[in-house]
């Protein structure tokens, strides 16, 4: 057995360190140059908007006066559309997942499927939003209203919810199958009872990243022509509409400086929207990670 060196162990003990020291500095500084990123947004964000965020603001509708502008059909807007999204996307890409990972066959013809769906992941959105012109809008006669720019949104998110709900699935122990199973349950038991029950944090982590793109996008609605201004409130899913993002992008690109103070007004409301959905979605995913 060789003799070693205690300095030279040392000395390499040592340069880990060293090394380790290096990139923990790099990582705490990349992490604290996003968060400064992110602050300085929100506190300009904050300090533009705040002024024209009132009561008024949320029951008035648009206007070419920035004073007397308003964004409640932009705000009802953005809440039908996401009562067509997360329903669809959700029930779609559960389902999917639950197929892909607990009946179908391990072969070469579903690995492309699973390959395919992740790919999709990446496409850019306005892709989506000339698919969404394509069929729903044009071919189905949808028009432009809250059921075809609820389905275009929803194909958007949809791989992202499918690959995590795969992941998810996936990562429930193979032992709680098989004690279901020795219990007498049946396949579908076993899914419902023990499978997504189990899932469910993880399913819910990715579709509240996927719903969180989907209320800010605006791409696809600039493509299937989704109006910037309207002075009444959908009455249903066929009804015209605006979302936020929409209306947001409209006051930004005003040359009046006023309409910039509004926009960001109009930011605040979004990231509020976001934030109770996102804690809606949170409250109940923590409430099964303690369940299970």
Same mark, same amino acid.
Request: net charge positive; glycine share 8%; proline share 4%.
């Given at each position: 057995?060789?003799?070693?060196?205690?300095?030279?162990?040392?000395?390499?003990?040592?340069?880990?360190?060293?090394?380790?020291?290096?990139?923990?500095?790099?990582?705490?500084?990349?992490?604290?140059?996003?968060?400064?990123?992110?602050?300085?947004?929100?506190?300009?964000?904050?300090?533009?908007?705040?002024?024209?965020?009132?009561?008024?603001?949320?029951?008035?509708?648009?206007?070419?006066?920035?004073?007397?502008?308003?964004?409640?059909?932009?705000?009802?807007?953005?809440?039908?559309?996401?009562?067509?999204?997360?329903?669809?996307?959700?029930? @779609?890409?559960?389902?999917?997942?639950?197929?892909?990972?607990?009946?179908?066959?391990?072969?070469?013809?579903?690995?492309?499927?699973?390959?395919?769906?992740?790919?999709?992941?990446?496409?850019?959105?306005?892709?989506?939003?000339? @698919?969404?012109?394509?069929?729903?809008?044009?071919?189905?006669?949808?028009?432009?209203?809250?059921?075809?720019?609820?389905?275009?949104?929803?194909?958007?998110?949809?791989?992202?919810?499918?690959?995590?709900?795969?992941?998810?699935?996936?990562?429930?122990?193979?032992?709680?199958?098989?004690?279901?199973?020795?219990?007498?349950?049946?396949?579908?038991q076993t899914i419902t009872r023990v499978v997504l029950p189990a899932?469910?944090?993880?399913?819910?982590?990715?579709?509240? $990243?996927?719903?969180?793109?989907?209320?800010?996008?605006?791409?696809?609605?600039?493509?299937?022509?989704?109006?910037?201004?309207?002075?009444? $409130?959908?009455?249903?899913?066929?009804?015209?509409?605006?979302? $936020?993002?929409?209306?947001?992008?409209?006051?930004?690109?005003?040359?009046?400086?006023?309409?910039?103070?509004?926009?960001?007004?109009?930011?605040?409301?979004?990231?509020?929207?976001?934030?109770?959905?996102?804690?809606?979605?949170?409250?109940?995913?923590?409430?099964?990670?303690?369940?299970?």
């Open positions: 057995m060789k003799y070693i060196d205690e300095t030279v162990v040392m000395k390499r003990m040592k340069s880990r360190l060293k090394f380790n020291k290096l990139w923990k500095s790099l990582f705490l500084i990349a992490t604290l140059f996003a968060l400064l990123c992110l602050v300085v947004l929100l506190v300009r964000i904050v300090s533009q908007g705040s002024g024209y965020l009132n009561i008024d603001f949320l029951t008035n509708f648009a206007s070419r006066f920035p004073e007397k502008a308003g964004i409640k059909a932009a705000l009802i807007g953005s809440l039908w559309l996401m009562a067509v999204v997360a329903p669809v996307s959700i029930i @779609l890409g559960v389902g999917t997942a639950i197929y892909l990972e607990e009946y179908a066959k391990q072969n070469k013809f579903n690995d492309f499927i699973r390959t395919n769906i992740s790919n999709l992941a990446g496409v850019p959105s306005i892709v989506f939003g000339l @698919l969404g012109l394509t069929i729903f809008v044009r071919m189905l006669g949808l028009g432009k209203s809250v059921l075809a720019a609820g389905f275009t949104m929803s194909l958007l998110i949809l791989p992202v919810i499918i690959v995590a709900a795969q992941e998810a699935i996936r990562a429930v122990p193979n032992e709680q199958r098989e004690a279901s199973y020795g219990m007498g349950a049946t396949k579908w899932a469910i944090p993880g399913i819910l982590t990715g579709s509240i $990243l996927a719903l969180s793109r989907a209320i800010g996008e605006t791409a696809p609605l600039v493509v299937i022509g989704i109006p910037v201004i309207l002075q009444f $409130l959908p009455e249903g899913l066929l009804s015209e509409f605006t979302a $936020l993002p929409m209306q947001i992008y409209d006051w930004a690109k005003r040359p009046q400086e006023e309409f910039l103070y509004v926009s960001s007004a109009g930011i605040i409301v979004l990231m509020i929207l976001l934030v109770v959905m996102n804690s809606i979605a949170i409250f109940i995913r923590n409430k099964f990670q303690k369940r299970y």
